[in-house]
Nanobody
Framework: QVQLVESGGGLVQAGGSLSLSCAAS????????MGWFRQAPGKEREFVTF????????FYADSVKGRFTISRDKARNTIYVQMNSLKPEDTAVYYC????????????????????WGQGTQVTVPS
């Protein structure tokens, strides 16, 4: 089992920046990829970004490309997402997700391809 704990959420004005982190513990040696999803009020959870654990290859949803940057610290079993130029539409609960299946970078935007989830952290960007 792997446990995920997110931190770093909060309220930030439009145009501002915020950084989230997600620390993994437990069977971290088995991890193959980690990512972030978000769920806005009244909407379905959606993919935000992903990093392949072994190679560091990253992917982003079009809505955040150029504004968000995901990174990983393998020594700390932690991922980060630096969020810049935040918009009101970025307001959501952000969830960290991890997987230990050997599927490379396939289906990284599908919630069902992840094995572990964090509890979520709120990010609010007032309009």
């Amino acid at each position: 089992q792997v446990q995920l704990v997110e931190s770093g959420g909060g309220l930030v004005q439009a145009g501002g920046s915020l950084s989230l982190s997600c620390a993994a513990s437990g069977r971290t040696f088995s991890l193959t990829g980690m990512g972030w999803f978000r769920q806005a009020p009244g909407k379905e959870r959606e993919f935000v970004t992903f990093v392949q654990w072994s190679t560091g290859i990253t992917f982003y949803a079009d809505s955040v490309k150029g504004r968000f940057t995901i990174s990983r610290d393998k020594a700390r079993n932690t991922i980060y997402v630096q969020m810049n130029s935040l918009k009101p539409e970025d307001t959501a609960v952000y969830y960290c997700a991890a997987r230990d299946r050997a599927i490379g970078t396939t289906r990284m935007s599908a919630q069902t391809s992840y094995d572990y989830w964090g509890q979520g952290t709120q990010v609010t960007v007032p309009s």
